[in-house]
Every structure is written in structure tokens, then in C-alpha cells.
């Protein structure tokens, strides 16, 4: 019985990291470093994805995604792809784009009452790094953090363990079950910064995509 719970749990792991790899694509925009997304939601033939803002920071964004056939090259491009809200504060940025015929791989927000509330907490941080496509790494949540940006005003964002490496800004942090509760944004002395759980839901609910947030208790 320990064997084959073992096995499953093995088994679930896999298909966890394969869903946030196929979900999150890398991100280009003219005039700003490569970096990394993902798909929150898909609604009325578009397709929506979270990534930092300052990776996006042209309103018109590439996106390559990947395939379980043709990993870790690119699979296809997620054409048509634009900036529809921006939140300078915790350096979050939402793109819409048009899904067409494409089966897209979606990691749904994790809901308000399900973020880590102990520390140390596990993690699972994705994004493309140097490569052409995502990788998932274990990450540990240290805690959180009040930040005041330079020039711009204060946001919560989760500390890890693990910073992110260049590529990965935007990018999400993942909790047990591979739902969102964080966006990669910076590092700082060998310490790895995400916008927090609830940073990414009031920007969401504040402009008008709170549909991306769960909402019903199961």
C-alpha cells in the first residue's frame, strides 16, 4: 500500500510539472529582457496570462509556447497577444490572446483562503530561465515581505529561498496542488522575490477579471 501511494503521489507530481510547464511560455517584448508567463484562464476564445510588468513592457508581447512532443523546442506562438491591465505597484501585468484552435494548458489562481499561512512552506517556481522552454523547480516560501519600489509606491511579495534566475521573471510560484499563489518579479542578495497570493488577487478583482479568481469553497 506505502509503495503504490508512493508511486501515485509520483505520478501526480509529473503531471503537475508537465501542466505549469505547458502553461507557462516564454514572454518577449521589443526594448526589455526575456521572461516568463502563465495562463490563469480562458474565456470568449481568449486566453489569459499573468507575468510581471516590467518583462511586458510594451503593450504587443511574443509568447512560444511548448509541447510534451516537441520539449523543450517551441510548439507554437500564442499570436495576437497584448497587455490588458497593468499593476506598477507589485510589478504584475495581465495579457489577453486570441486561443483559436490550440488546446491551452491553464494553472488556476489558488482561492483566498488556501494561500500559505506557516513558514517555511514548499513551493514549486516555474519559468524558462536560460533554455527555450519552462522548467519546475522546488522552492521554499522563507516568508513575506512589505516593500517600498523607488519611485512607486508599496506592495506584499513572498520571499523564497531560491531567486529566481534571469528568464524567470514572471513566472509563477506554485503551491502543492500547482496553483498560483505568486508571479516572480526580482532577487535581492541570494533571496528570490514574488508578487504575493493577495497582491495578485486585489489586482485582479480591482479591474475587472475577478472571474480568474475561484470563488466557491469546495
Not at 12 to 30: D, F, Y
Request: charged share 20%; with cysteine; aromatic share 8%.
Amino acid at each position: 500500500m506505502f509503495v503504490l501511494t508512493a508511486c501515485l503521489l509520483a505520478v501526480q507530481l509529473t503531471e503537475i510539472r508537465w501542466n505549469a510547464i505547458l502553461a507557462c511560455p516564454k514572454v518577449s517584448t521589443p526594448g526589455s529582457a526575456d521572461g516568463s508567463g502563465v495562463v490563469i484562464g480562458v474565456k470568449d476564445g481568449f486566453a489569459y496570462l499573468l507575468t510581471a510588468d516590467h518583462v511586458a513592457k510594451s503593450d504587443l508581447v511574443e509568447l512560444k509556447f511548448t509541447s510534451r512532443a516537441n520539449y523543450p523546442k517551441p510548439a507554437w506562438f500564442g499570436d495576437g497577444a497584448k497587455v490588458v491591465a497593468r499593476w506598477p505597484d507589485p510589478d504584475l501585468a495581465l495579457v489577453r490572446f486570441p486561443v483559436r484552435d490550440r488546446e491551452v494548458s491553464v494553472l488556476s489562481v489558488a482561492p483566498s483562503w488556501q494561500r500559505p499561512r506557516a513558514f517555511p512552506a514548499e513551493s514549486l517556481s516555474v519559468g524558462v530561465g536560460s533554455g527555450q522552454a519552462a522548467t519546475a523547480v522546488p522552492n521554499g516560501i522563507a516568508g513575506k515581505d512589505f516593500v517600498r519600489r523607488e519611485g512607486k509606491g508599496g506592495a506584499f511579495f513572498w520571499r523564497t529561498v531560491t531567486p529566481p534566475e534571469s528568464g524567470r521573471s514572471g513566472g509563477p510560484l506554485l503551491d502543492n496542488q500547482g496553483r498560483v499563489i505568486g508571479i516572480a518579479v526580482a532577487q535581492r542578495g541570494g533571496v528570490g522575490y514574488f508578487a504575493h497570493h493577495d497582491e495578485i488577487l486585489a489586482a485582479l478583482k480591482r479591474d475587472g477579471h475577478a472571474w480568474l479568481i475561484p470563488v466557491v469553497k469546495p
